[in-house]
């Protein structure tokens, strides 16, 4: 195996390690645009992903310049990573002069920062596209074939770490929610029973008076049978 091919293989490594436990979203992301950089024939790199209005904000870039080119991108809706969110596909150009046919604001901007290159992968599962991983380089020239192809590798696993990181949160969420209603429910069950013993009710009717009390007041049910139970709350039928 050549020393490349070990960089390669430690760093898909790292970056599966990194989805483990205590994920740290934006450490993962700067740990995926330093990697991507060191083995690609790159000088830098940044990652834009979608926010929950569908639009790309800048999240990890290997350099304050390069946030501030990503920015610049976005501001102005012009540049490779907007085109391979947008497409989800793979942009590039094979020289400046095309870079400037395409978006000529951008072009000037990349080269006000010292770069001669800019292209882009989109971060994709299937057909959802959540952002796109951008690389810049000071010599002209697309990147070849092979550096692409590691790109969009790279992108993928970072687009399945960050889906895995929001289906794991959006599952103990859940968990927590269904916790949260069992507790409630015997807390509700308790209320039940203590404000028929009060009152003269049928459980089902207490329920009732609960339920009708709770919609009037605009006060949550487990609040009201709190209240009940700890006789705080005093109902009649």
């Not at 060191?38 to 304050?64: F, P, Y």
């Not at 102005?76 to 095309?98: M, Q, W, Y």
């Not at 290159?117 to 697309?142: C, H, K, T, W, Y």
Request: proline fraction near 3%; hydrophobic fraction near 45%.
């Amino acid at each position: 195996m050549t020393t490349r091919e070990e960089a390669i293989s430690d760093t898909f490594v790292l970056l599966a390690d990194t989805l483990v436990a205590e994920f740290d979203v934006l450490d993962f992301l700067h740990t995926l645009v330093e990697r991507t950089v060191a083995l690609l024939d790159a000088d830098a790199g940044g990652i834009m992903l979608a926010d929950q209005r569908g639009g790309l904000e800048v999240l990890a870039a290997s350099s304050h310049e390069v946030r501030l080119v990503e920015l610049f991108e976005v501001q102005n809706e012009e540049g490779p990573c907007l085109e391979a969110f947008r497409s989800g596909e793979a942009v590039t150009k094979p020289d400046l002069a095309a870079m400037r046919r395409s978006w000529p604001a951008f072009t000037a901007r990349v080269e006000q920062a010292g770069f001669a290159s800019a292209q882009a992968v989109p971060m994709r599962l299937r057909d959802e596209v959540i952002g796109a991983l951008n690389v810049f380089r000071r010599a002209p020239g697309a990147l070849s074939a092979s550096d692409m192809r590691l790109a969009r590798a790279l992108a993928d696993i970072g687009t399945i770490g960050l889906l895995q990181e929001r289906s794991l949160r959006a599952r103990d969420r859940l968990a927590e929610q269904l916790q949260g209603a069992l507790n409630s429910r015997v807390l509700i069950e308790q209320a039940k029973g203590v404000l028929a013993e009060r009152t003269g009710l049928e459980v089902g009717q207490a329920f009732s008076v609960m339920r009708a009390h709770a919609r009037n007041s605009g006060t949550p049910l487990a609040v009201v049978a709190g209240d009940v139970v700890e006789g705080r709350l005093r109902l009649h039928g």
